[in-house]
């Protein structure tokens, strides 16, 4: 049963290896890979439709989806796509009305009150306006998952302060949340959801109330729990750097309904679907604005071709192979290629004098899509 | 004055202690899981009983529009069941609480309701019974709010503890109406408006230090 192998095999040894390096390395490495077993979810045709004054309003339709153990799972869409509903349907802060949601293999919906409790200890939350306690310490706030379910107090310290310094808070615990900042104080609400020591972590727009700096500083946070503890994390986000930055798959909703799922390098490489598209228009950037009114649709002598080679995914493109297959003098004019997941993905803007398909065609073969976005002068 | 007539005012000023004192215990004691109750058992809230909701909510409302000195004489056979007298402090204290429950339990309501619903779903997402919630969540976030609720409460507590006369159960009020008034006393009426002045400049410096101690972490 998983929450047998999450008992058992989660040794709190994972936890305490780190900062006892004496005490059984390999064990901690074995429980790592062990603990992939849990920590997935599964939605079945997950439905959610809320009734509301203006009538009934479909949150999620026919929801599909697979998370598998150790992912961090992005979660986009517009607002009111259905992605906070989503999220929420895990931990059974909000129910389908009908399909289901599985975690670790188990449905959830006929779960009682006590084993809804459980599930709640195994799946942890973080929240955009933190929702920690005024009136109590930081210890309080942490230590509160554990007091609720029973744990003995000697435990529970030893176990505060332990999430405590995983967050990298230790001389924070009896200040009050109101003396903290944003960013600290979403390091408490990340160590009050991970002191029951869950299998999933929900975040929900977790750094959306950051600033640019503090938001990188807990996606590296929340991507060094994945790797260390091997926590699932699902995480809702607006802002696409997010998902670049840490998802390993991501999840598109529109209207309620998943448009698009996949690695992230796969969808942000070549998104298909027009909702996808006009999400990650921000990423993705046009043509320079002193080039676009000097671009010609028609060549004439003495212009240059301007080729957009997108790559999505492939290995990352060789200069040389690319000047050697165009065979004339090739002339960058804007480049956004990055690695995401391992994998090249973006945008070259070349001017070549003179392409033909020929050249067109070889430069294929390097890999990537050639577009022929026009003409410029030669010597522009 | 002479010294009966300051006896007089002491004995009358620790019988108003005494009743407000306690009837303002019994009100906190009452008048919370009321409060509690009205919160909790709305629809959507971690209790719901829409139904108990609106029946509690209006026989809170009948008390709180029935004026005290009514309420002092109506409750006379209710005050007998519970006390075996209707004259006296302990008369006095019956109507007190029942007048002041209902009062505080509103106010108490309104600080309860100001706790931020997403608390309630953090704390139900770290897996918190209800139980947790009604205790590590909204009672300590509201607290401030209902300590000077509180305050509110005991000050007005003070003030309708004067109509307690009525019943004979003696107090500041008392004294006031009996010999400034009706035997034009002056400075007995000036030395009680002083120590009533007095008293509830304390009970509100008090209260409002509290709230400030507490809104400070």
């Known amino acids: 049963m998983a929450g047998l192998a999450f008992d058992s095999l989660r040794a709190p040894a994972r936890w305490i290896a780190r900062d006892r ?3 059984a390395a390999a064990p901690a490495v074995v429980t790592a890979t062990e603990t992939r077993t849990a920590g997935t979810v599964r939605f079945e045709a997950a439905s959610k439709t809320y009734l509301s004054a203006a009538g009934p309003v479909q949150a999620l339709d026919s929801v599909d989806l697979d998370v598998p153990a150790g ?17 929420r349907t895990v931990n059974r802060l909000e129910e389908p009305t009908s399909g289901r949601v599985l975690v670790d293999g188990e449905p959830i919906e006929a779960l009682d009150t006590a084993g809804l409790v459980a599930l709640r200890r195994r799946v942890g939350m973080i929240f955009q306006h933190f929702n920690l306690l005024s009136a109590k310490t930081v210890r309080g706030n942490v230590a509160l998952p554990l007091k609720a379910a029973g744990l003995p107090k000697p435990e529970v310290a030893a176990r505060v302060e332990e999430a405590l310094r995983l967050v990298g808070l230790e001389g924070k615990a009896d200040t009050y949340p109101s003396r903290l900042s944003g960013g600290q104080k979403q390091r408490v609400g990340i160590a009050r959801a991970l002191v029951s020591r869950p299998e999933i972590l929900l975040c929900d727009e977790a750094t959306s109330a950051l600033d640019p700096e503090t938001t990188l500083t807990i996606l590296n946070l929340l991507r060094d729990i994945n790797r260390r503890l091997g926590i699932t994390i699902i995480l809702i986000t607006h802002e696409m750097s997010v ?32 909702t996808t598209r006009a999400l990650l228009e921000p990423l993705s950037r046009g043509l320079p604005a002193d080039l676009a009114p ?4 028609h060549p004439a002598p003495g212009t240059a071709t301007v080729l957009a080679i997108t790559f999505s995914g492939q290995a990352a493109p060789d200069l040389s192979a690319l000047a050697a297959a165009a065979g004339t003098p090739v002339r960058l004019l804007q480049a956004g290629i990055e690695r995401i997941q391992g994998h090249a993905v973006g945008r070259m803007l070349v001017a070549v004098d003179a392409a033909g398909p020929d050249a067109e065609d070889r430069l294929r073969a390097l890999g990537g899509t050639i577009e022929r976005i026009g003409y410029v002068a030669a010597d522009d | 004055m002479s010294p009966q007539m300051i006896d007089r005012l002491w004995q009358a000023f620790l019988d108003t202690l005494v009743m407000v004192g306690v009837s303002a215990g019994i009100a906190v004691l009452a008048g919370i899981p009321l409060a509690l109750f009205l919160v909790t058992s709305e629809p959507g809230g971690i209790f719901p009983a829409p139904k108990a909701n609106r029946v509690v909510g209006t ?9 005290f000195i009514v309420l002092l004489v109506a409750l006379i056979p209710f005050t007998r069941l519970v006390t075996g007298t209707t004259i006296g402090v302990w008369a006095a204290i019956v109507p007190l609480s029942v007048s002041a429950t209902p009062f505080f339990a509103r106010i108490a309501e309104v600080s309860l309701r100001e706790v931020d619903a997403g608390l309630i779903e953090a704390a139900q997402s770290i897996g918190c019974r209800r139980r947790h919630i009604l205790l590590h969540v909204l009672l300590p976030e509201a607290l401030p709010g209902i300590l000077g609720g509180f305050t509110i409460t005991v000050v007005s507590m003070i003030g309708a ?17 009996r010999y400034g008034y009706q035997r034009f006393d002056t400075t007995v009426m000036a030395a009680v408006i002083a120590v009533l002045i007095a008293l509830v400049c304390l009970v509100q410096f008090t209260g409002d230090l509290a709230v400030r101690r507490l809104r400070a972490r």
């Open chain 1, 21 to 23: 390096p004496g005490v």
């Open chain 1, 71 to 87: 992912a961090i799972f992005g979660i986009i869409g517009r607002s009111g796509a259905g992605k906070s509903s989503l999220l």
């Open chain 1, 243 to 274: 998902i670049r930055e840490i998802c390993s798959d991501v999840v598109v909703l529109e209207t309620g309904r998943v448009v698009e799922t996949g690695p992230v390098w796969r969808v942000f490489g070549a998104p298909e679907h027009p």
């Open chain 1, 294 to 297: 000097r671009l010609q649709p």
């Open chain 2, 59 to 67: 026989i809170v409302n009948g008390f709180r529009a029935v004026p």
């Open chain 2, 161 to 177: 503890s004067a109509m307690a006369g009525a019943v004979g159960a003696g107090g500041l009020g008392d004294v006031a109406i």
